[in-house]
């Protein structure tokens, strides 16, 4: 897409950028990747006065320019690089008006850089209720830029903005802030002559991190290096006066700017909550209330969309066998790819609920004093505070939850945050675990308002986060490591949920959960479709004859009949057959046929395919027309040595622990290969996770069975 202008969005975190973000793009942005590294690039296009066109970058949160994390580095990254595709033209600071002073170190680092800034005051509507008034027009004068009120949430001030960056130059209009070249003049002056470059900040900021920019060469590195240690060019002193220097001036910016006239005491009503929320006991009660509603809701309110889906491939199938010409295609069309989609798509209403859930947990501001709860707890077993963000966000997904863990100082707890995140069900399991529950688990309500599946449901996501704290632990006593983790976190106060928000989050996570594990699905269904329908000629000509000989001296309803078990031998004999008899030995103490084991293939490129792979195997397997539903034909199907169900009790609860523990996400191991720079982690973490899958599979087959 053409753009006239392209803009940085930048700011701490909880200052409601991303919430700024999602209201000036809406739903014209993607996702993607900053250039040679895993870090979330979030890009969207808005426009402007006069028909301009804006390409917009989000940038990850950070306090200030010197980066706590891999993800704040790249603020810097951005900035200071003209020749980096992501540079701005504009950059757009979003500072929290009920915390104006801490929120403008960063604004005075950035307007230090020398590039054109637009101060964007959020929240405005919050400070007035806490008794803060800010002179908007005063403050805009000191800083000698353009400062503009709004309110993200209410959607207010979005117009007058866009007017703010369609007016703002492209050359520099902010004030000169502290004196930075003070700080080391002579080092400063040799940068920006060897640079040939007239910015003191940039000089600096060159001496502290110049080894993340791609743009030097080697020997421009070894001069930054001479310059530093023939200087004596300490780095932590230097940002420590530097910030003592900056909140000095800040101090001057903002007297008479900020006027606190005392009306309600400052986030009274956050304290308030927080009593109740953070409390050593009902804190942790209110949590497991909280998730129960959670996953009850997820099986309560999905379950008719969930049928009307699931109906609609039925009725989609029937009619494309009535209508489309008999043949091969039009088999793989209807029993490969509508199968395989039909077992994604069915998935929509939970994963949908799920995420609207979590949105609406960390909007809140609630999910921050979930990770400050946790804390103590997760020290006794070997893991920081900031572990339990990577773990939370598993819920949805572990890749970009073990990216997340780069803002983990310490080594160890890092390597151990990566090793266990895997463990938490994320929302790839859930297709699989509600599947196997709506199969065994019935559909009862507990004294009257306690649903027996949602609480099932609530089990396994509780078994795999108990997994993971025990694996910390073992972890915590076998890696060595020297270096003290510490945990530092602002609590926001607590907000409404911004609903736009939350549907906008809803949207783009069922979208990306169909259109990245379709993909896949689609993939392996065609694949699977085509070694089931297939197999050695010599075994295929037998079965045939066979069945030949026997409809010769049958009517039409028992071979109606036959029909269906020539299917199911042709099936037990074709590639992918053969396949699940060679590793049936292994897996039948757990309680697993030929079929779930070429599921348990197909899901090592991702979980979700088990549903596809289920609904694949079934409709080339053939059946009833009344059992036409991927669930009833589980429901109906027969151990044929037995007579008995092949889904029991004691064979889903195997199945679910199976997919609770074992690594079956080639891209979980792909994140930790490239995250631990090692092949060593992702084998070991590959190995322990199969074993534990295997063991607690054995362990419960034999007790239930």
């Keep these: 897409m053409a753009k006239d202008i392209k803009i940085a969005l930048v700011g701490n975190p909880n200052t409601g950028k991303s919430t700024l973000f999602n209201l000036l793009t809406g739903l014209n942005q993607k996702i993607g990747n900053f250039p040679g590294i895993t870090v979330d690039k979030k890009l969207g296009y808005c426009k402007l006065a006069e028909n301009k066109q804006a390409e917009i970058i989000d940038l990850p949160g950070t306090y200030s320019l010197y980066p706590k994390s891999k993800d704040e580095s790249i603020v810097f990254q951005v900035l200071a690089d003209k020749n980096n595709p992501s540079h701005p033209d504009i950059v757009v600071l979003v500072a929290d008006a009920t915390n104006l002073r801490r929120n403008l170190l960063l604004y005075s680092q950035v307007a230090d850089l020398g590039l054109p800034v637009v101060l964007v005051l959020n929240m405005t509507d919050m400070a007035k209720k806490e008794g803060i008034d800010i002179d908007i027009n005063k403050l805009s004068e000191r800083l000698g830029i353009q400062v503009v009120a709004i309110s993200a949430r209410s959607n207010s001030g979005i117009d007058q903005l866009k007017m703010a960056i369609g007016n703002t130059t492209p050359i520099a209009t902010q004030t000169t802030g502290a004196d930075m070249h003070m700080l080391a003049p002579e080092a400063i002056d ?26 030097f060469s080697i020997e421009d590195h070894s001069v930054f290096e001479k310059i530093k240690s023939s200087h004596n060019f300490e780095s932590s002193k230097l940002q420590a006066a530097e910030t003592i220097a900056r909140y000095r001036y800040l101090g001057t910016v903002l007297s008479g700017v900020i006027e606190d006239t005392g009306a309600v005491k400052k986030f009274a009503f956050s304290d308030k909550l927080d009593a109740v929320l953070t409390n050593k006991f009902w804190g942790f009660l209110i949590f497991i209330a909280i998730l129960f509603f959670i996953f009850n809701s997820i099986f309560s309110w999905s379950s008719y969309p969930m049928e009307l889906i699931e109906y609609s491939f039925v009725w989609l199938t029937e009619f494309g066998h009535q209508h489309l010409p008999e043949g091969v295609l039009t088999n793989l069309l209807l029993d490969g790819v509508v199968a395989g989609l039909g077992g994604v798509v069915i998935f929509i209403p939970q994963i949908a609920i799920l995420f609207a859930f979590i949105s609406i947990l960390e909007d809140t501001g609630y999910m921050a004093r979930v990770t400050f709860m946790m804390d103590k707890i997760m020290r006794k077993f070997g893991l920081s505070g900031k572990s339990v963000v990577p773990m939370i966000g598993s819920l949805a997904c572990a890749v970009p939850s073990i990216m997340s863990a780069r803002n983990i100082e310490s080594w160890k707890d890092r390597i151990i945050t990566i090793m266990v995140v895997p463990l938490v069900s994320c929302s790839a399991r859930l297709p699989v675990y509600t599947l196997l529950i709506s199969l065994v688990v ?264």
Excluded at 192 to 197: A, D, E, R, V, Y
Excluded at 543 to 570: F, P
């Design 190 to 215: 040799l940068v920006k002559s060897h640079l040939k470059i007239d910015n003191d900040y940039l000089a600096l900021q060159l001496l502290h991190q110049h080894q993340p920019l791609n743009v």
């Design 442 to 705: 019935p559909e009862k309500m507990l004294w009257g308002f306690i649903n027996l599946q949602g609480l099932t449901l609530m089990g396994m996501y509780l078994i795999s986060i108990f997994a993971a704290v025990i694996v910390a632990f073992i972890m915590k006593l076998i890696i060595k490591a020297k270096e003290r983790s510490y945990f530092i976190m602002e609590l926001p106060v607590y907000r409404m949920p911004r609903w736009t928000n939350v549907l906008y989050t809803m949207y783009e996570k069922s979208k990306t959960f169909v259109f990245e594990a379709g993909k896949v699905i689609i993939a392996i269904s065609i694949i699977l479709w085509v070694l089931a329908s297939y197999g050695p000629s010599d075994r295929f000509e037998k079965i045939d004859k066979k069945y030949a000989a026997i409809e010769a001296q049958k009517d039409s309803v028992q071979i109606s009949t036959l029909e269906r078990d020539k299917s199911a031998e042709k099936l037990e004999n074709s590639y992918a057959g053969i396949l699940g008899h060679v590793i049936e030995p292994a897996i039948k103490p757990l309680g697993f046929d030929w079929k779930i084991g070429i599921a348990l293939i197909t899901s090592f490129a991702a979980r979700e395919a088990f549903v596809g792979t289920m609904a694949t195997i079934y409709s080339v397997d053939g059946g009833d027309e009344e059992v036409a539903t991927i669930r009833n034909k589980m429901r109906g199907a027969t151990n044929p040595d037995t007579g008995l169900p092949v889904f029991t009790f004691a064979t889903a609860f195997s199945l679910m622990l199976f997919y609770a523990f074992a690594m079956q996400c080639m891209s979980t191991v792909a994140v930790v290969y490239r995250e631990t720079k090692s092949w060593k982690w992702p084998v070991i973490q590959l190995v322990y996770m199969t074993a534990m899958a295997y063991v607690a599979s054995l362990i419960a087959y034999q007790l239930l069975k």
